[in-house]
């Protein structure tokens, strides 16, 4: 023993092993105040303490060897060795510091899909769903209609962004921090609370956070009788709005924007509350349980011009998502009737315009007038997001996809939790040719809502731009059993080398799905480049009044035939141009 103490001790390893420590731990800050100031990927400075540590041992065997002979200076061997460790250094930086060019690409992709990064503005402001704690789960409506008219009356402050409803209510129960919150919404504030009603009487305690270290902004307790449910909502929001020092906004038009019928009619208001939060669900049944609350609301009160644009809307969406026949063209006339009767009674209502706006882009085929529609309602309400989604969508099927982008965009950042705004990004983002953004845009919405087979079948359609066979197939056989899955596989299978499959899905996919996916078929046929077919379908698809038709014009597999004189014919009888900025699928 020491005999091998004295071999250490001449052969210098403690002196050795003590220098290379010191100096590598002086590298690794260098390293790391520099990588800091670069922007340099966290896996540079990992395999910089990885390759020192095996450095470590490589230079005490360097240290017992030479020190065999007594020698301590530096040979030629060592030289190599350590012309060698800097050449793989240096490669592996090459490989994973990004060039500028590097770091600006990767940036503007990245601003395809969300839109250039911002800070977080100082008045910004998401409502979370009020907790309902009146002990029965029927009163939900009500704790979350209030929590929706603060969304409503908080959106008219100037200079405050407002996370809309359904990304908010996205956090009901959660469990993530405040800090995580703000950051996924983008907000710097966040209000929460809770609510409770028994029998004539209404308590809500209230608190404004900031959302970044969850410290107290503002709260409050309020005990009112329920007939002073309005005075009440008006005093919460004044009060919020104060503590983020906003101002309402100038102008008439904007007061106009309320959730409370003329009359102050209670009834009315609940009913209508009631139909909200049926209508969220956006099921068959509740479709039709909330279009009775909205009957009802009107009823109680004839002016109530709101109720009238709620019922137009979610007639229109029962009628073209679930119905078909006598029964959907008896609820597209309700629909029409009701965004009649809404704008009749109040022109400036934003909400009105916004529900005549789907009457004439999803059900009349009226895309310039839908638009228009569209437009007014943002003029009124700014911020409003279904209006600026559905002028988003108008927009492209008149051939402006870019246009359409940045309109989704602005959504998002109102809505950063609403699959279907992502997975409309992504179809536009396609039909320019920007697969890569658009990938990431239907996996955002997929992670959001991984049971909706529409998001998957978009995802397919991505695979198919690049020619992925296994990759298109994979993704469709992993979605849910549904129409859109029958629509995914027979897209997916036109490109693998399986004909006889690609046949039996395509036929599977008629014999179940004709009436309802004609649009679709015919975007198989164009993939198989059958054009002969692919007009038959769309001629069928617009016997329906399918809506698939809104994407025509940014359709990379229906473009192919764009030079075809049955597209322009096809255009025409719809009353689209024929003109677009779209790419057709090569």
């Known amino acids: 023993m020491e005999d091998f103490v004295e071999r250490l001790k001449q052969r210098k390893l403690v002196q050795w092993a003590l220098a290379y420590a010191a100096a590598a731990f002086a590298l690794i800050q260098v390293l790391d105040i520099v990588s800091q100031r670069f922007g340099w990927p966290s896996a540079l400075e990992r395999f910089a303490i990885v390759a020192?540590?095996?450095?470590?041992?490589?230079?005490?065997?360097?240290?017992?060897?030479?020190?065999e002979r007594g020698a301590q200076k530096t040979t030629s061997t060592e030289l190599l060795i350590l012309a060698l460790l800097l050449a793989i250094g240096g490669v592996v930086a090459w490989r994973l510091v990004p060039t500028p060019a590097a770091t600006q690409e990767t940036a503007a992709k990245s601003a395809?899909?969300?839109?250039?990064?911002?800070?977080?503005?100082?008045?910004?402001?998401?409502?979370?769903?009020?907790?309902?704690?009146?002990?029965?789960?029927?009163?939900?409506?009500?704790?979350?209609?209030?929590s929706e008219n603060l969304i409503v009356t908080l959106s008219q402050f100037s200079g405050l962004k407002v996370i809309g409803r359904n990304s908010s209510f996205q956090f009901r129960e959660t469990k993530d921090d405040s800090r995580t919150i703000?950051?996924?919404?983008?907000?710097?504030?966040?209000?929460?609370?809770?609510?409770?009603?028994?029998?004539?009487?209404?308590?809500?305690?209230?608190e404004l956070i900031h959302a970044a270290d969850g410290s107290t902004i503002w709260t409050q307790h309020y005990d009112r009788p329920y007939k002073d449910l309005f005075k009440l909502q008006d005093d919460?929001?004044?009060?919020?709005?104060?503590?983020?020092?906003?101002?309402?906004?100038?102008?008439?038009?904007?007061?106009?924007?309320?959730?409370?019928?003329?009359?102050?009619?209670?009834?009315?208001?609940?009913?209508?509350?009631?139909?909200?939060?049926?209508?969220?669900?956006?099921?068959e049944?509740?479709?039709?349980?909330?279009?009775?609350?909205?009957?009802?609301?009107?009823?109680?009160d004839p002016q109530y011009a709101l109720a009238w644009a709620a019922l137009s809307q979610s007639a229109g969406r029962l009628a073209s998502a679930f119905l078909g026949g006598a029964e959907q063209q008896r609820l597209e006339a309700q629909s029409l009737?009701?965004?009649?009767?809404?704008?009749?009674?109040?022109?400036?209502?934003?909400?009105?315009?916004?529900?005549?706006?789907?009457?004439?882009?999803?059900?009349?085929?009226?895309w310039s007038g839908a638009e228009a529609e569209f437009r007014r309602a943002l003029r009124l309400a700014p911020g409003n997001t279904e209006a600026t989604e559905g002028l988003g969508v108008q927009v492209g099927a008149r051939g402006d996809?870019?246009?359409?982008?940045?309109?989704?965009?602005?959504?998002?950042?109102?809505?950063?939790?609403?699959?279907?705004?992502?997975?409309?990004?992504?179809?536009?983002?396609?039909?320019?040719?920007h697969i890569d953004e658009a990938d990431q845009a239907i996996r955002k919405a997929i992670a959001l809502a991984p049971r909706s087979g529409i998001f998957d079948a978009t995802l397919v359609m991505i695979d198919i731009q690049r020619n992925d066979a296994a990759a298109a197939l994979a993704d469709a056989q992993r979605a849910l059993p549904?129409?859109?899955?029958?629509?995914?596989?027979?897209?997916?299978?036109?490109?693998?080398?399986?004909?006889?499959?690609?046949?039996?899905?395509?036929?599977?996919?008629?014999?179940?799905?004709?009436?309802?996916?004609?649009?679709?078929?015919?975007?198989?046929?164009?993939?198989?480049?059958?054009?002969?077919?692919?007009?038959?379908?769309?001629?069928?698809?617009?016997?329906?009044?399918?809506?698939?038709?809104?994407?025509?014009?940014?359709?990379?597999?229906?473009?192919?035939?764009?030079?075809?004189?049955?597209?322009?014919?096809?255009?025409?009888?719809?009353?689209?141009?024929?003109?677009?900025?779209?790419?057709?699928?090569?």
Not at 409 to 426: T, V, W, Y
């Open 482 to 586: 549904s129409p859109w899955q029958d629509f995914a596989l027979a897209m997916a299978l036109q490109i693998g080398g399986d004909r006889a499959s690609a046949d039996a899905a395509l036929k599977h996919l008629i014999d179940k799905n004709a009436e309802g996916m004609a649009y679709q078929i015919a975007q198989v046929y164009a993939l198989r480049r059958d054009p002969d077919k692919a007009f038959e379908w769309l001629d069928r698809a617009w016997a329906n009044r399918d809506t698939g038709i809104q994407f025509l014009l940014v359709d990379r597999f229906l473009l192919r035939y764009r030079n075809d004189p049955r597209f322009a014919a096809f255009c025409k009888k719809v009353g689209l141009l024929t003109t677009t900025e779209a790419k057709a699928m090569p």
């Open 112 to 146: 395809l899909v969300m839109g250039p990064a911002a800070a977080i503005p100082d008045k910004s402001i998401a409502v979370l769903p009020l907790t309902n704690e009146s002990g029965d789960k029927d009163q939900q409506y009500f704790s979350d209609g209030l």
């Open 337 to 366: 009737d009701a965004s009649n009767k809404a704008l009749m009674l109040e022109p400036n209502l934003a909400a009105a315009h916004a529900a005549r706006g789907e009457v004439l882009g999803f059900l009349d085929f009226d």
């Open 52 to 67: 020192m540590a095996v450095g470590f041992f490589v230079t005490l065997v360097l240290a017992w060897y030479h020190g």
């Open 285 to 300: 049944a509740d479709l039709r349980q909330a279009i009775e609350q909205y009957t009802k609301a009107t009823h109680l």
């Open 182 to 206: 703000g950051t996924k919404l983008g907000v710097a504030s966040l209000l929460e609370g809770s609510v409770q009603r028994a029998g004539d009487a209404v308590r809500i305690s209230a």
């Open 236 to 283: 919460i929001a004044q009060s919020v709005a104060g503590a983020l020092k906003a101002k309402l906004l100038p102008g008439d038009s904007t007061a106009a924007q309320t959730d409370r019928p003329p009359s102050g009619n209670l009834d009315a208001y609940t009913a209508y509350l009631q139909g909200n939060f049926l209508d969220a669900h956006n099921t």
């Open 401 to 433: 996809p870019q246009q359409a982008i940045g309109l989704l965009r602005q959504s998002i950042n109102s809505e950063p939790m609403r699959a279907a705004g992502f997975m409309l990004l992504s179809r536009y983002l396609v039909s320019v040719g």
